[in-house]
């Protein structure tokens, strides 16, 4: 069952969901849809470099440029840019709800994709220590797209479980970013190792 508007204001109030922003929790309520809690990019970012040489695998040690920019400022996507996005909110999801982060519409029709692929947020996902969410960002227009720091890019979700997860993100082997304030790159090569390597 998705929440509503009524139960997300209520759950942050009551600290049940945690929504941590530098504007304040005035401005955190008043970005609660009917629906969903609209959420504001953050500060800092990644990008992958334009080279034609390189080649990233499972197992790559990925470093990527980093900057931040101040509040209100624009960073330009040049058309098929692709960077890595911290969300200047830092949340902590409660152990019997899930999360799904879903583009807002108005900023879809730009050409501006908005967490591309890893939308669901696991239960108990910063909910010891407040994580923002790192977004994937592409411009898939044919000009440049310019984003401001503080815009609200897209919202998040939120669903009820049956009951609470066994094993909550927090104590899964896999757990890798918990804590993150700026955007993490893929730490793909810190999951467990399987049988299948075995076979090799």
Known sequence: MILSDKTIKDYIL??????ESHYWLDDILNN??????????????????RKTDQVL???????????????????????DDFCLWATKEKFG???????????????WRLGILIHVTAWFIDPWFGLNSPSTITLEIKNINTVPVALKVGSRVCQLALETMDKPAQVPYNKKPSAKYNGQ????????????????EKLK
Do not use: H, M, T
């Open 181 to 196: 304030i700026k955007p993490e790159v893929s730490n793909i090569k810190k999951d467990p190792k399987n049988n299948l």
């Open 14 to 19: 009551e600290n049940k969901l945690i929504v």
């Open 93 to 107: 999801i409660p152990e019997d709800i899930v999360a799904r982060v879903e583009w807002r519409s108005s900023i």
């Open 57 to 79: 695998n499972l197992d790559s040690n990925i470093e990527l440029e980093e900057k931040y920019i101040e509040d209100w400022e624009y960073l330009v996507l040049q058309p």
């Open 32 to 49: 609660i849809a009917c629906a969903s809690l609209d959420i504001r990019l953050g500060n800092y970012f990644k990008f992958f470099p």
